[in-house]
């Protein structure tokens, strides 16, 4: 089965530190990755796309993602945190273009 | 450009009764979709659609039906509803690259956050 997997329901970090969330994927064909945020009671909006043109990939309000095939993962990182960060992240993934596949997201708590 | 919107934004409600949810884009996307979120789910396809006429079923279709008469318009509707389908509902729309392989993301638009008693 093709699908994605986000490693840790909640994360919490300090205001300034490192922010890692993780994702990985299982697939046999390439996939086309997507990190979305979510914050309180709105949809989600795109934070960056992976569609093979580039393995590191920077996406808005400085996060960044890296894929890495040989362990099958699109972690986010943002080195600095942020109070405004905090909401809720997905990782998504298509292999068709016309179903995607969502993980079961990860909450991001900032401290100030 | 209104992007995606929902209507309605709330709803109540009870076992059995019917209704239905629109979705309206207004960007010319060729792709819309339906999703439910529930807790520690994230978000699972209901039904999505390729263009106007035809629609075809996701991760979870039962109990929903859908349709698309107009490019700009994707109807999300639930004929006897339950308890179990308490949950918020996105809509989510997406355009066409002409060069392959190279596939683009979802516009979302606000939800509705749907109870059943």
């Known amino acids: 089965a093709q699908s994605v997997t986000q490693l840790g329901s909640h994360v919490s970090v300090s205001e300034g530190a490192l922010v890692l969330l993780r994702c990985n994927y299982s697939s046999s064909v390439p996939p086309y990755l997507f990190w979305y945020v979510q914050y309180p009671n709105q949809g989600l909006q795109l934070l960056l796309k992976?569609?093979?043109?580039?393995?590191l990939v920077k996406g808005i309000n400085g996060f960044e993602a890296e894929f890495k095939k040989s362990e099958t993962s699109f972690h986010l990182t943002k080195p600095s945190a942020h109070m405004s960060d905090a909401a809720e992240y997905f990782c998504a993934v298509t292999f068709t273009g016309n179903q995607f596949y969502f993980g079961t997201g990860t909450s991001l708590t900032v401290i100030p | 450009n209104a992007g995606v919107t929902q209507t309605p934004k709330f709803r109540v409600l009870k076992t059995g009764q019917s209704m239905t949810l629109l979705c309206a884009q207004d960007m010319n996307h060729e792709y819309m979709y339906w999703y439910r979120q529930d807790p520690g789910m994230g978000l699972r396809l209901i039904h999505y659609s390729v263009g106007e006429g035809t629609t075809a079923k996701g991760e979870v279709p039962d109990g929903y039906n859908v349709s698309r008469l107009k490019k700009q318009n994707f109807l999300l509707g639930l004929e006897s509803a339950a308890p179990s389908q308490t949950s918020v509902y996105f809509c989510a729309s997406s355009y066409v690259r002409a060069l392959a392989p190279s596939y683009n993301e979802q516009f979302f638009g606000p939800g509705t956050r749907l109870t059943v008693l």
């Open positions: 992976y569609t093979s043109a580039a393995t």
